[in-house]
C-alpha cells in the first residue's frame, strides 16, 4: 500500500516526465527489495509508430483551472486539486468566453452552429475537440455524463500527434458531470454563460517510455505478468494497484525461492511495467515478433486489481483468453481464483463480501497484445469501479486484502503453469477433460436460454475445435511426458465432435447476412502487427466516411473485442470470424453490419485483404 500512494504521486502521462519519475521510482523499489531489475527507454516524439500504436507527443502539464465569470462567479476545478482537469496533451492558453453546448460531437453539429471564439462544452472529447478547434472555437471543455460520480473530474485526451499540434492550439479541460449540469441548466434557462480557462503545459521535442522489468527463474521459455505503469495523478486503482501487486508480488514470490520454502520455477517469469499499449509495443518491437513468439507461452495482466467492493462496486473479475486463443491459462488461473478465496476467507473473514466472476474474453488493455500475437494473455480487474477515470481514484478506495489476493493469483498461477512439466499426476487429464466440458456446457447452456435450441446446438457443434487447443498447449509442456500419447487421443476426439459445418450456413443466414454472402467464404490475411484500434481506421479515412463509421458504431457492443479477434483470423474465413464472435458475445444486427463495414474499409486501407 506505501508503494501504491507513492505511485500515485506521479502524473504519468507517456510522454511526460512524471511517468519517466514513476518507473525510476519502481526501479529503486525493487532494487531495495532484493531484485535486479532493468529499465530501457523508448523515444517518443508524436511521430515514431511502434507495430501498430502511434507514439504520443512529448508533453508536460504544471497548472491549469476552470471557472464560470457569468453570469455568476465561480471556481470549478483546479489542476492542483484535481490533476485531470487538464486534458491529456492540451495546448496551453487561458481564454474567457462564452460556453456553447455541442451534444454529440459530430460535423454536422459544428456547421450548424456557430462556435467561433466560444468554448464548447462537449461529451465527446477527440472529435468534438478537432472540430471545435477548425471551426474557430477559443477553447473546449469536457464531460462524461455517464459516469456515476456526479463530482469526479473525468481523465480524456485530445491524442494530439505533432503534426497536430501546429493546426490544434485551443486549450482544452475536463469538468465534473455536476460542473456540466450547472452550465447546461443555465444554458436551457436562456442564460448566457461565460467561462475562463487557463492551461500551462508545455510540448517538448521528445521525450522517453520507460519500460521497468525483472525476472526469476532461468530458461529460453518465458510467463509474463504486466501491469502499466500510466495514467493520471492519483490513478490508485487504474493502474497503481496493479503496478504495486505485480511489484510486491515479486517481492515475496523471489524470498520464498531464496528461502528454499518453495522449488525455483522451471521457466522464467518475468514482470514487465510499462505505459498501456505504447511502451508494450516499444518493447515487443525492439524484442522482435518473432522472437516473441518464440520465448513468450502466456502472459497475466493486471489492470485495476484493488478495487474495494463496497466502496467502488467492483466485482474481482477474471477474462478469459479469446476463444480462437483459449488455452489452459484460463484453467489455471480460475483453479488459483477458487483456491485462494478458500484460503483468504479462512483467515481474513471480511474477505466472504468479495464478489468475484469469471468472464469472457473482454478488450481495453495490454492483454490485447499478446492475444494478438496468439499467445494466450488474460486480464485480472476488479470491475466495475464508480471512481473509473477521474479524480477521485485515490487510495483510500483500495483494499490491501484484494492486492494480496491478485499477487497472489497470478505469481502462484505462473509457478504452476512454469513447473507443469514436472507433474506426474494423471488426474490432471481429467481435470483438464472436466473444465474443457464445463466451458462448453457454459456455453451451450448460455445460448440455450438466450436464443433458444437451435443455435444452441450449432454451438455443440462448432465450439469443441476451438477448446481442443486445451490439449495442444498441454502436449507442448509436457512433450516428454508419458501422458503425451493420451493427451494427443483426447485432443482428436475433442476436435471430433466439431461436425455440423455444414449447418453453420443457416445459422450465419439466421443472424441477417444473407446480402453479405459474397464475402462469407473469402480468408482473411491480415497485413498489419500488433492490435487493431478504431483510431489505425479513424486516422486513413476522410472526414465524411469518418462520420459514416462513427454513426453506424453508435448502438453497437463488443467492438473492442471484435477488432481483437481479427488479428487472430489470419487465413481464416470471414464466416467463421463471426461465428467466432456469434458464440462468445450476443451480436445483434447493427453490429454485425458495422463489423462487415469496418472489414471492408480495413481492406480498402491495406490492413488486410479478402481472399
Given at each position: 500500500m506505501k508503494l501504491l500512494g507513492s505511485i500515485t504521486n506521479f502524473h504519468r502521462i507517456p510522454g511526460s516526465q512524471g511517468i519517466i519519475d514513476a518507473a525510476k521510482h519502481l526501479y529503486e523499489w525493487l532494487k531495495r527489495s532484493g531484485i535486479d531489475p532493468e529499465i530501457r527507454f523508448y523515444r517518443v516524439d508524436g511521430e515514431t509508430?511502434?507495430?501498430t500504436i502511434d507514439s504520443s507527443v512529448p508533453w508536460d502539464v504544471y497548472d491549469g483551472e476552470v471557472r464560470i465569470t457569468s453570469p455568476r462567479e465561480e471556481l470549478l476545478h483546479r489542476f492542483i486539486d484535481s490533476p485531470t482537469v487538464v486534458m491529456t496533451y492540451s495546448p496551453p492558453g487561458e481564454v474567457e468566453a462564452e460556453v456553447i453546448h455541442i451534444k454529440r460531437g459530430f460535423r454536422e453539429e459544428f456547421e450548424k452552429t456557430s462556435v467561433k471564439d466560444k468554448i464548447v462544452l462537449s461529451p465527446e472529447p477527440y472529435f468534438s475537440y478537432r472540430y471545435a478547434s477548425i471551426y474557430g472555437a477559443a477553447g473546449f471543455m469536457y464531460y462524461n455524463p455517464s459516469t456515476q460520480i456526479d463530482d469526479g473530474v473525468p481523465y480524456a485526451s485530445v491524442r494530439l500527434s505533432k503534426s497536430e499540434t501546429e493546426i490544434h492550439r485551443i486549450p482544452a479541460v475536463s469538468v465534473s458531470k455536476r460542473s456540466a449540469k450547472k452550465i447546461i441548466d443555465l444554458l436551457e434557462k436562456g442564460e448566457r454563460v461565460k467561462a475562463l480557462i487557463r492551461v500551462k503545459t508545455v510540448f517538448k521535442q521528445s521525450a522517453e517510455i520507460p519500460v521497468v522489468s525483472a525476472s526469476v527463474g532461468d530458461g529460453d521459455k518465458e510467463i509474463w505478468l504486466t501491469a502499466h505503469l500510466c495514467h493520471p495523478s492519483p490513478g490508485a486503482n487504474d493502474n497503481a494497484s496493479g503496478v504495486a501487486a505485480l511489484a510486491e508480488g515479486l517481492r515475496i514470490y523471489k524470498q520464498l525461492i531464496d528461502k528454499g520454502l518453495i522449488e525455483s520455477?522451471?521457466?522464467?517469469?518475468?514482470?514487465?511495467?510499462?505505459?498501456?499499449?505504447?511502451?508494450?509495443?516499444?518493447?515487443?518491437?525492439?524484442?522482435?515478433?518473432?522472437?516473441?513468439?518464440?520465448?513468450?507461452?502466456?502472459n497475466i495482466n493486471l489492470d485495476m486489481v484493488g478495487g474495494d467492493t463496497l466502496e467502488t462496486g467492483s466485482i474481482l473479475t477474471l477474462h478469459r483468453t479469446p476463444l480462437p486463443n483459449f488455452s489452459i491459462l484460463n484453467l489455471v488461473v480460475e483453479e488459483a481464483l477458487e483456491n485462494s478465496l478458500r484460503g483468504l476467507r479462512r483467515s481474513v473473514p471480511s474477505i466472504s463480501s468479495l464478489v468475484h466472476s469469471v468472464e469472457p474474453y473482454g478488450a481495453g488493455s495490454d492483454h490485447d497484445i499478446f492475444n494478438s500475437f496468439s499467445?494466450?494473455?488474460?486480464?485480472?480487474?476488479?470491475?466495475?469501479?464508480?471512481?473509473?477515470?477521474?479524480?477521485?481514484?485515490?487510495?483510500?478506495?483500495?483494499?490491501?486484502?484484494t492486492l494480496r489476493l491478485v499477487s497472489s493469483i497470478a505469481y502462484s498461477s505462473a509457478h504452476y503453469i512454469s513447473r507443469i512439466s514436472e507433474e506426474k499426476d494423471p488426474r490432471l487429464i481429467d481435470f483438464i477433460d472436466s473444465y474443457v466440458e464445463k466451458v462448453h456446457r457454459e456455453y451451450i447452456t448460455r445460448r440455450f436460454f438466450?436464443?433458444?435450441?437451435?443455435?444452441?446446438?450449432?454451438?455443440?457443434?462448432?465450439q469443441p475445435r476451438y477448446l481442443a487447443r486445451v490439449y495442444r498447449e498441454l502436449r507442448e509442456l509436457l512433450r516428454d511426458s508419458n501422458y503425451a500419447g493420451i493427451i494427443e487421443a483426447r485432443e482428436e476426439a475433442f476436435t471430433k465432435k466439431s461436425v455440423c459445418e455444414k449447418d453453420l450456413g443457416h445459422y450465419l443466414d439466421k443472424l441477417g447476412l444473407d446480402r453479405y454472402r459474397d464475402l462469407l467464404n473469402k480468408k482473411i490475411e491480415i497485413k498489419y502487427t500488433g492490435v487493431l484500434l478504431l483510431r489505425n481506421i479513424y486516422k486513413r479515412l476522410d472526414p465524411e466516411r469518418t462520420e459514416d463509421l462513427r454513426k453506424k458504431l453508435e448502438n453497437t457492443r463488443n467492438i473492442g473485442e471484435a477488432l481483437n479477434y481479427l488479428?487472430?483470423?489470419?487465413?481464416?474465413?470471414?464466416?467463421?470470424?463471426?461465428?467466432?464472435?456469434?458464440?462468445?458475445y450476443e451480436l445483434d444486427r447493427n453490429t454485425i453490419d458495422a463489423l462487415i463495414s469496418i472489414v471492408k474499409i480495413a481492406s480498402e486501407l491495406g490492413l488486410l485483404a479478402l481472399e
Open positions: 509508430t511502434y507495430l520455477p522451471g521457466k522464467k517469469i518475468r514482470a514487465v511495467w510499462t505505459a498501456e499499449y505504447l511502451g508494450y509495443s516499444a518493447y515487443i518491437q525492439d524484442l522482435g515478433v518473432e522472437e516473441l513468439r518464440k520465448r513468450v507461452l502466456f499467445i494466450p494473455s488474460i486480464m485480472i480487474i476488479t470491475w466495475p469501479d464508480r471512481y473509473y477515470h477521474t479524480d477521485l481514484d485515490k487510495p483510500e478506495n483500495i483494499n490491501p486484502t438466450d436464443k433458444g435450441y437451435e443455435e444452441a446446438e450449432i454451438i455443440r457443434c462448432a488479428s487472430l483470423m489470419n487465413q481464416r474465413t470471414l464466416s467463421e470470424y463471426l461465428l467466432l464472435l456469434s458464440i462468445e
